[in-house]
């Protein structure tokens, strides 16, 4: 059998390789549909996603990580979760279809009232292949898990791209969205030959959904956070102002949720093999916090840097008001690859009650701060947000420290130093552009991936601590990892 870490290399590899062509699915995606549909038909959609994020959290209320983090899933425990999901599924949908007379109130759109039933119907088609995703990452099965992936993106934005060529307008955005959730359940199916048992009481699941409350709580509160913007935004600023903070926001989003979140499925497994070998996971932790962190710095460095040219490749023109709020987000979402890593040690360690707590602590603080700032502007929300982000990460590292008893200072420490070494390359970077003086869009764009790797490379080797962590990867694949 692999060892745990030539497991976690070969997933966390497929993983990446999937992720980038789901990626790019996405962002092809994102162009296409931005020339052909407007600011307002994205921020009408943006409207019922505020109450979608939601819903699409009780769809599920952390089922799936439970399972995931689980030392052992038998058969029927498997399938009791199958079910409580399916009941999660049903009743989020119900939800969802039955606010559109509430969001059509608040942000006085009429073509609500259809939008909201037909965007309900995939958060009963994605709590069904939850269940089944998760037997797959417990197999180790990431090929097909980033095939499934790969291919819902392809047909959802082959009908998307039909349905905005043949005038269909908003409801190209509603195809793209019910079209992903269908082809992702129907393929995961044929692919894991997994079927339910019918429920049966017992077998010790109800520590599995206790756990699965606890993670769905604190999901719940973040996700809340994380789109009380759009709540505020298209209610005080409306679908316009909504549509380019959305776009900007998804744009910015995609490498987290791409790829972090996928990455889950392999971290959790590969923690726990290792721990069930007897190996330390701590420095393994600290080694993936610094080298997913640098990575995410290096990404976010740059498209801030050069924000107005990566929004107008993405979107073309006329979003150019979604430029100051890319660059802004992007500033402070260098924080999501930290926050991640917490959110795996909580996992790992089964503190799921400590995730919850920690969420509880913070989030409605970061969703007053938003709040607040809606008044203002929405460049403000953007900053509020970042603010929201460095307060939940600083608190989460030091409470996760009290419930695990691992040390969590080397974690701060070292996450203040990849903070400050991709802010640092982003200010280089546009030092630089800014000196060099207008360009093409490619040669802003191919000067701007240049410098940023050249700056964040020599602060990383100045720093002893980020470059041991760098060059002991290798140590990681072999389990070499010095204490």
């Not at 969703?367 to 929405?378: L, N, T």
Request: with cysteine; proline share 4%.
């Amino acid at each position: 059998m692999p060892s745990s870490s030539t497991s976690a290399t070969r997933g966390g590899m497929v993983v990446l390789i999937g992720q980038v062509g789901k990626l790019g699915t996405q962002l092809v995606g994102l162009v296409i549909l931005a020339r052909l549909l407007t600011p307002e038909d994205f921020g009408l959609l943006a409207m019922v996603t505020v109450v979608l994020a939601i819903a699409d959290l009780f769809r599920d209320f952390g089922m799936s990580a439970a399972a995931l983090q689980a030392r052992e899933l038998s058969q029927q425990q498997a399938s009791n979760l199958f079910w409580v999901n399916a009941a999660l599924g049903l009743s989020a949908a119900l939800a969802v279809a039955a606010s559109a007379p509430l969001l059509v109130v608040i942000f006085g759109e009429s073509r609500l009232y259809w939008i909201t039933p037909a965007c309900a119907f995939p958060l009963l088609a994605n709590s069904l292949q939850l269940p089944v995703q998760v037997q797959l990452s417990r197999k180790f099965r990431f090929a097909a898990l980033v095939v499934t992936d790969v291919t819902a993106q392809i047909v959802a934005l082959a009908l998307a791209v039909g349905s905005a060529i043949a005038g269909w307008g908003y409801w190209a955005l509603v195809v793209q969205l019910v079209a992903a959730a269908v082809t992702l359940l129907l393929t995961r199916f044929l692919v894991a030959h997994w079927i339910p048992s019918w429920p049966r009481r017992g077998h010790h699941s109800s520590a599995l959904v206790k756990a699965g409350g606890h993670i769905g709580g604190a999901q719940a509160l973040g996700y809340i956070a994380t789109n009380v913007d759009n709540l505020m935004i298209g209610s005080i600023w409306g679908a316009g102002a909504l549509g380019n903070y959305s776009n900007a926001f998804k744009l910015q989003s995609m490498p987290i949720g791409g790829l972090m979140a996928p990455l889950t499925n392999v971290v959790i497994p590969s923690l726990n093999r290792a721990r069930n070998a007897g190996k330390d996971t701590f420095d393994r932790m600290l080694t993936l916090q610094v080298v997913v962190g640098l990575a995410v710095a290096w990404l976010y460095a740059f498209g801030a840097a050069t924000a107005s040219e990566v929004i107008y490749v993405a979107l073309g023109k006329g979003w150019e008001p979604a430029a100051p709020i890319f660059m802004i987000i992007c500033l402070g979402s260098s924080i999501h690859g930290l926050s991640y890593v917490n959110y795996w040690v909580y996992l790992h360690t089964g503190e799921t009650r400590g995730l919850l707590n920690s969420n509880f602590a913070t989030k409605p603080i970061s969703a007053a701060m938003v709040v607040a700032a809606a008044f203002i502007s929405v460049e403000a929300v953007a900053w509020a947000y970042n603010l929201g982000l460095a307060f939940t990460w600083v608190f989460a590292t030091w409470y996760l420290g009290r419930k695990t008893g691992w040390k969590m200072a080397p974690f701060f420490v070292s996450g203040v130093q990849v903070l400050v070494v991709g802010w640092a390359s982003f200010a280089v970077t546009s030092w630089c552009l800014a000196l060099i003086g207008p360009m093409s869009v490619g040669m802003t764009l191919a000067i701007g991936v240049a410098v940023t790797t050249l700056s964040l490379g020599i602060f990383v080797l100045v720093l002893p601590d980020l470059r041991r962590r760098v060059c002991s990867v290798r140590s990681v694949r072999t389990g070499r990892i010095s204490e």
